[in-house]
């Protein structure tokens, strides 16, 4: 009888989930801002910015600790789903040659102006912001790895929504999404290290791990899944047994990159990356994917994310407001302006320089993510976790607007049909 009742409240918290990121996701699409930050600005308004204000006993109920606890797998499921679908549609063509190259120096240029900016700020407010027992190299590092942050998933969507994730200029700023966030992930690892009383070299085997299996999986496991791609080409479609092994390699790969420190996410992207380019195999695995990911499981993760964010400290004459501003400056300026700038410099305009430092700065996603593993390991405290979240979305609500004032909608077919690799001299045709 208790798991039946423990059943109707996560049937109700999920139902309260879904209705409230649907309606909040067509909002921000009416005012031209991807569904996606609609669907966070949902998450924080069923916590207690609006909910646990109005009805702090209806959020109670709807909320407790244990349906907590299975809304964070749940949303890592879906997560980890998710980042298999990006990797799977990514073109492996933009992943290539000069087109890494590219991306690895613009990630650098996302990565270390932010971190210094970030770890700049956390030196700043060390004595209000940290966690007690935190030391200030420790908490510099936190901040600094989580604003040198790009959004991958969240940068997907928007892209895929936009219809420019496989463009150059798309796959380009993709790439180069994944490379921060990898390199997020690494500082993260030392950072937990460090904090668990071990020592920056604990992380080593985090970084070999992750390695080891990305070079297996994307060498012998892409030459498996090739022979499945060439199945599937001959009876155009899959069937419920290979769907059964996808799905199974998928987790273990979710299990074992969780395992080892890097977060299952990941896992699921270099599944996805192995899969073959093949239509079909893209077709199948949309379809019966998709939808369930984006509509329930990802949004669920905001909401989670929403009940963790403490709003108090940002009434009036609230002691955040001057943090949030410095925090929300460095963001910005450290993505915005290294971006800018190496796009610029690699021969592109600066439309497509400005277009690109804009889109670098969507980072909510694994913003929310990396704070959540922080508020685990007990290195966030709430304030800082409610200013990192209003980063979060408001420099991700930028992105786009950003874009389009940088490549209007009459100028940005030109722009993205710009080859990857431009000449020495400025393209012709460019705006």
Not at 7 to 22: H, I, K, Q, Y
Not at 185 to 213: K, N
């Amino acid at each position: 009888m208790n798991q039946i009742h423990f059943a109707l409240r996560v049937f109700a918290a999920l139902a309260v989930v879904l209705a409230a990121t649907t309606v909040c996701g067509r909002i921000a699409m009416l005012v031209k801002q991807p569904r996606v930050v609609g669907e966070m600005v949902a998450g924080v308004l069923l916590g207690p910015a609006l909910l646990g204000a109005v009805a702090p006993g209806v959020q109670a109920q709807l909320f407790p600790s244990d349906v907590k606890d299975t809304l964070y797998v749940l949303s890592t499921i879906g997560l980890t789903f998710y980042m298999f679908l990006v990797g799977s549609s990514l073109d492996h063509g933009l992943t290539g040659g000069s087109n890494m190259r590219r991306a690895s120096v613009l990630a650098v240029s996302g990565i270390v102006p932010t971190f210094i900016l970030g770890a700049g700020a956390a030196a700043l407010f060390f004595g209000s912001l940290s966690p007690e027992g935190s030391t200030r190299w420790e908490f510099m590092l936190f901040v600094g790895g989580a604003l040198s942050i790009t959004a991958f998933p969240m940068l997907a969507r928007i892209l895929q929504e936009r219809g420019i994730a496989n463009t150059p200029i798309g796959g380009l700023t993709l790439v180069a999404a994944a490379i921060d966030d990898a390199a997020a992930w690494v500082i993260l690892a030392v950072v937990i290290a460090v904090a668990a009383a071990g020592s920056p070299f604990d992380a080593l085997t985090t970084v070999a791990g992750a390695a080891v299996f990305a070079v297996l999986m994307l060498t012998v496991g892409r030459n498996l899944f090739a022979r499945l791609g060439r199945r599937v080409e001959r009876e155009g479609r899959v069937s419920r047994d290979m769907m059964a092994v996808i799905l199974f390699v998928v987790l273990l790969a979710g299990w074992f990159t969780d395992y080892i420190g890097v977060f299952s996410v990941f896992g699921g992207f270099i599944v996805g990356l192995a899969m073959p380019q093949s239509a079909v195999v893209r077709r199948e695995l949309e379809t019966r994917l998709t939808d369930l990911n984006s509509i329930l499981l990802l949004p669920v993760f905001f909401a989670f994310s929403g009940l963790n964010t403490q709003v108090s400290g940002f009434g009036a004459g609230g002691a955040l407001w001057w943090p949030l501003a410095v925090i929300m400056a460095a963001a910005f300026a450290g993505k915005y302006l290294g971006c800018a700038a190496v796009v610029r410099a690699q021969g592109f305009p600066w439309r497509y320089a400005s277009a690109v430092g804009g889109l670098m700065n969507a980072r909510g996603l694994m913003v929310l993510i990396f704070i959540n593993i922080g508020l685990a390991h007990g290195m966030v405290t709430p304030e800082l976790f409610a200013i990192l979240v209003a980063v979060a979305i408001v420099t991700t609500a930028a992105a786009m607007p950003i874009y389009r004032a940088s490549l209007p909608d009459h100028v940005e077919r030109t722009a993205t049909a710009v080859a990857p690799a431009p000449p020495p001299v400025p393209t012709p045709n460019a705006p």
